[in-house]
């Protein structure tokens, strides 16, 4: 009696790309009705977001190329505190969209 072992087909590896729009996707459904910065910021989908470090900070600035979105609270811990930055949301997309393309990054 002969048994064949086959392996199960391994799980596709996921891009950089691919977890941030997932952990983004999830934050945003899961903080969608939230107008509190730090609770949005202490999710555990955004602590994973910022937690892929600088590497992300394109994908980022390409969404907030799309239209102004809360994830422009993700950037400072990444990058460091730019206090020159903070407003309302539209401005401080604006502001981070400026400095990404000065770093050649959006």
């Known amino acids: ?9 391994a ?25 509190n910065p730090n609770k949005n910021m202490e999710h555990p989908a955004m602590q994973a977001i910022t937690a892929l470090g600088e590497p992300v900070v394109p994908l980022i600035l390409r969404e907030l ?20 930055f903070e407003g309302n949301v539209s401005t401080m997309t604006n502001a981070w969209l400026q400095w990404g393309r000065e770093k050649g990054l959006a």
């Open 11 to 35: 799980e596709p590896i996921e891009t950089l790309e691919q977890k941030f729009h997932r952990l983004e996707a999830e934050w945003d459904a899961d903080t969608a009705v939230l107008s």
């Open 1 to 9: 009696m002969s048994t064949t072992h086959t392996k199960p087909a």
């Open 65 to 84: 190329q799309a239209g102004p979105s809360l994830l422009v609270w993700a950037l400072p811990e990444i990058v460091g505190a730019h206090p020159e």
